[in-house]
């Protein structure tokens, strides 16, 4: 996770602009600023989430006759025959409810040299006079 360092004119209400990327939750070592003027921005560039679904399930699939033959050179192998069952019959799945998961991540000043992301991100530290 590198930093960026921009330093501001003096006479500029930016006093300086810290910038990086997070590629994963952690925390971030940053220059120190003046918490009581400073702000943070991050843009989540990582997601997470799942999609959950519940119903029920019901009907009976059933054996139904079939015949197989296992043969060699024209002529029936020895046990060779037998039944073969397939299955017939309808399953059905009734819907229940679905749900939706689903996070975007970001980073917040811990302290003063510390910033710390709970996932992929672009941030950036503003400091100003």
């Known amino acids: 996770m590198g930093v960026a360092t921009i330093p501001a004119a003096s006479s500029a209400p930016i006093k300086s602009i810290q910038r990086g ?3 994963s ?7 120190a ?3 009581s003027k400073t702000f943070v921005r991050s843009f989540s560039n990582g997601s997470a989430g799942s999609v959950g679904g519940t119903g029920t399930d019901s009907g009976a699939l ?11 050179g024209g002529s029936q ?3 060779g025959s037998g039944s073969w069952p397939s299955l017939v019959g309808t399953r059905t799945f009734a819907a229940g409810a679905t749900s939706l998961t689903s996070a975007s991540y970001g980073v ?7 910033l710390t ?7 950036e530290v503003v400091e100003y006079n």
């Open 108 to 114: 917040v000043l811990t302290n003063s040299t510390t």
């Open 25 to 31: 939750a952690g925390t971030i070592t940053i220059s």
């Open 62 to 72: 059933s054996p139904s006759g079939g015949y197989v033959r296992l043969a060699r």
């Open 21 to 23: 990327v997070a590629a």
């Open 77 to 79: 192998l020895p046990g």
């Open 33 to 35: 600023v003046d918490t």
């Open 117 to 123: 992301a709970d996932g992929a991100c672009y941030w």
